[in-house]
């Protein structure tokens, strides 16, 4: 095999031939925001399949794999790529530029993976200030030493000369579609392989779901989830539980037995990989068709099945069941907090 | 009149970032900076989350070495509620570790750093990745790299959950057993990684290295830093568990302390150009971005913590690991190119981990939650990540609400001498002041030695100057 790698030219005929098909090829883009990376590798988890997609595609910029930058995508013909896979949020100006420039160069835009879907978890900063943020981080962390009380800047000098710039910070992690029009959806942190390639197929087919969400169920979790089965009807939970604080028979809804699942509110269509190793859902692969706001939704569930076995509703019993749910926000809306109304709304203002 | 080059984006790495050279008129490479240009806030917004989540929120640090923030995370909390682990539930971990050791490793190797050196440096830029790479090795090999990591993943899923971002981890164990199916499976993918791993060591010293030698040897590209790296005992290299060792840039030892005491050693430095902070050793001291014994700067990953040890405990990575020392005739080995033999080096040894676990029969016993938790305060954990050492320091209330997060992650560690080798070869490979693509992407290798994760490095929120930076309204 070694010598393979070192092996012999190819063939004239052989060539022309290879050029004649790229010109048939599916143009393509990828691109991350404020992601982490897992997008790309589940698109390598694709494993032996991503020959026969590469076959069909060609990647004109992908900053993980390609060595072009964004001088060639600038260069690019208006609607040249048919194409444009973007994963993460966007919180800063070099990502709202570039996906702008993006969007120009496409026919279809895709927001790829929670992140991009609805803000993901790098959203819950929009819990805070950014000026909260600058004081944890550069001033109060116990590990750093800053007399000076220093700063990273727009602009700076290099010791040893050379000005050098830092892209500014938007004030909030956003969705893709608050910053550009998005064609499609393609939900999870990350997608599934399998889930990929569903959407592709899709896309080439052109038989696209109405709400434009590719690749994934419409139908919740939980009709996909085995341990459903030992669901009750009247489900009536008395006191939620921690993950560390309760270990679930494999057999059993995670729900009924006090520890909080997303299953309800979410698309199926995730393989159940957190559930099949005793671990609750927290809602990567985003709301249900009909559901805008999905922590919303929950805590609408939560309500109606916290001591639902009581006949006459006793508040404090009550009060003391809903006190078990230690942090609703970061729990319930854990990939979606850019994306709801509260947030939204203190946007807004 | 200077010239300003701009390399934006850097590419074949995890993250953002940017390069900028500054070159004279004649040609001359006066200065040069590298800047991860990405920016999130980790360790303000899990402020007030439920402390045993962390395990499955940090993973999206970074989404390539998710496996890495997902175990300092959980044994941060094993630190957290005073569990220590039973041995079953410590070795599921640490085969899902391994495992992702191997698999990770390998992807640099053949997907991000390859390119350069199977299809060229200066090949066409549309050609220098693992397309072009498909084309030169041909089908065949590509196909063995993505089969062997493919198992490898699938063996993390098994025991992970999900692959990428896993969820296993609770403090003092893991969520699930493993079954005896799920073992002789590992058994199979072990044995396979550990010879795939050696068939790599094969093409990297027989192919690779007598092409590239003037480069991975060049004296210019040397930096002289001192080195950090978890050991074991008799120094042993380790990734999972262990002490923290430097060593000097003569190779002598400067410090061995438990990881929980990381503070009396370590510090950050904030500087105007860098979202980054930059860790330094504390009682060396900053001296700014330069080498050498009085520079605080040190380095981490598998070139480090091969330097910051003293052998390696597995038989073959030992063998493997003398001939490198040997080859190359100094320790430490301060070629930053080095670094990716180190890596394969380490390959071998994660794999040949992989066997030793999977042939230890106390692995699948049913126990494997310690669940005498006690009330939490406060705890660090630390491992040894594919880019480096991580530590997670979290604090929380009674109730296990986090108060605190301190977070030092792996690139981080390296940025200073990232910029310090970035320079070098700016430096060294560039004299006119308008140099091609092919010799830009020779600059961009030598941060590809490190194989740098910016997604890991911008983690913390990095932040405007109050005064002069701008926030955007939008």
């Known amino acids: ?349 | 009149m200077t010239r300003k080059i701009v390399i934006s984006p850097v590419t074949r790495l995890e993250g953002h970032g940017k390069i900028d050279i500054f070159v004279s008129e004649e040609g001359e490479v006066l200065n040069a900076a590298f800047q991860p240009v990405e920016l999130r806030m980790f360790e303000k917004f899990t402020e007030g989350r439920c402390a045993e989540e962390m395990p499955r929120i940090t993973p999206r640090i970074c989404g390539v070495c998710p496996t890495a923030h997902h175990m300092a995370s959980t044994k941060c909390l094993d630190d957290l509620f005073k569990a220590e682990p039973p041995e079953a539930a410590k070795l599921i971990r640490e085969l899902l570790y391994h495992t992702f050791m191997t698999e990770d490793h390998l992807l640099h190797f053949y997907i991000l750093a390859g390119p350069d050196f199977v299809v060229g440096p200066d090949a066409n830029k549309l050609e220098r990745n693992v397309v072009g790479l498909l084309k030169v090795v041909g089908k065949e090999t590509v196909a063995k790299v993505v089969d062997v990591r493919g198992k490898c993943r699938e063996l993390m899923e098994r025991i992970g959950g999900k692959v990428v971002h896993p969820v296993c981890g609770l403090p003092g164990g893991v969520s699930k057993p493993l079954t005896s199916e799920d073992i002789e499976f590992a058994k199979q993918i072990a044995e396979e990684c550990v010879d795939f791993s050696k068939w790599t060591l094969q093409l990297f010293k027989e192919k690779l290295l007598p092409k590239y030698k003037d480069v991975v040897l060049n004296n210019n590209l040397k930096i002289n830093t001192y080195y950090m790296g978890l050991v074991s005992n008799g120094n042993s290299l380790e990734l999972y568990d262990g002490m923290l060792r430097v060593v000097n840039p003569d190779g002598e030892e400067h410090a061995k302390f438990n990881p929980r005491n990381y503070l009396d050693y370590i510090a950050e430095r904030v500087e105007p150009w860098s979202y980054v902070k930059m860790p330094y050793l504390k009682n060396v001291g900053w001296r700014g971005v330069v080498d050498g014994k009085d520079s605080g700067i040190y380095r981490v990953a598998p070139l480090a913590r091969c330097n910051a040890a003293d052998k390696i405990s597995t038989k073959e990575a030992q063998e493997e690991y003398k001939e490198m020392y040997e080859t190359i005739g100094e320790k430490p080995i301060h070629h930053t190119l080095a670094f990716h033999w180190a890596r394969l080096v380490e390959i071998l040894y994660s794999a040949e981990r992989m066997q030793e676990i999977a042939n230890n029969s106390a692995i699948l016993s049913e126990k494997i939650r310690n669940e005498n938790l006690k009330i939490p305060e406060e705890g660090v954990g630390c491992v040894e990540a594919p880019r480096g050492t991580l530590i997670h320091h979290y604090v929380t209330d009674e109730d296990g609400i986090l108060t605190k997060v301190n977070l030092i992650v792996a690139t981080q560690h390296n940025l200073a001498a990232i910029n310090l080798s970035v320079k070098n070869a700016a430096k060294t490979f560039i004299n006119t002041p308008e140099p091609d693509d092919g010799t830009l992407n020779m600059v961009e290798m030598l941060f590809r030695a490190y194989d740098p994760c910016l997604a890991c490095a911008s983690h913390n929120l990095s932040i405007r100057d109050i005064v002069n930076f701008r926030v955007v309204k939008t």
């Open chain 1, 1 to 349: 095999m070694l010598e393979k790698l070192f092996g012999q030219k190819k063939q004239k005929a052989e060539q022309e031939q290879e050029v004649k098909q790229e010109s048939q090829k599916v143009k393509t883009a990828f691109y991350w925001a404020t992601s982490c990376g897992g997008c790309e590798e589940a698109i390598l988890d694709v494993r032996e399949k991503l020959f026969d997609v590469l076959d069909k595609i060609d990647i004109l910029f992908w900053p993980v794999a390609v060595d072009t930058k964004y001088s060639d995508v600038e260069a690019l013909e208006d609607k040249l790529l048919d194409a444009v896979f973007i994963n993460g949020g966007i919180s800063n100006i070099e990502q709202k530029e570039v996906v702008k420039l993006l969007r120009k160069k496409a026919k279809a835009v895709i927001a790829f993976g929670s992140c991009a879907h609805m803000g993901g978890i790098p959203g819950l900063r929009n819990l805070y200030s950014i000026e909260d943020g600058l004081e944890r981080v550069y001033f109060t962390t116990p590990s750093t030493y800053n007399p000076e009380r220093a700063l990273p800047s727009e602009k700076s000098e290099l010791p040893g000369g050379g000005e050098v710039t830092l892209p500014p910070l938007l004030p909030n992690v956003l969705p893709l579609e608050e910053v550009i029009s998005v064609d499609f959806y393609v939900p999870g942190c990350p997608p599934l392989p399998e889930t990929i390639l569903k959407a592709l197929e899709v896309l080439l087919s052109g038989d696209i779901p109405e709400d434009n969400v590719l690749g994934a169920e419409s139908k919740s979790l939980c009709n996909f989830c085995d341990r459903n089965q030992s669901k009750p009807e009247n489900l009536s939970v008395e006191r939620y539980y921690r993950v560390h604080e309760k270990a679930i028979p494999p057999d059993k809804c995670l729900l009924a037995e006090g520890v909080i699942c997303l299953g309800p509110v979410t698309r199926g269509g995730c393989g159940e990989k957190c559930i099949n190793v005793n671990m609750p859902c927290r809602g990567c692969y985003g709301p249900l068709p009909d559901i805008d706001d999905m922590g919303l939704r929950f805590l609408s569930n939560i309500a109606s099945i916290t001591c639902a076995g009581e006949e006459s509703t006793d508040e404090s019993k009550m009060r003391d069941a809903i006190a078990t749910i230690k942090d609703p926000v970061g729990t319930f809306y854990r990939f979606s907090y850019p994306d709801s109304s509260i947030n939204k709304l203190v946007r807004r203002r």
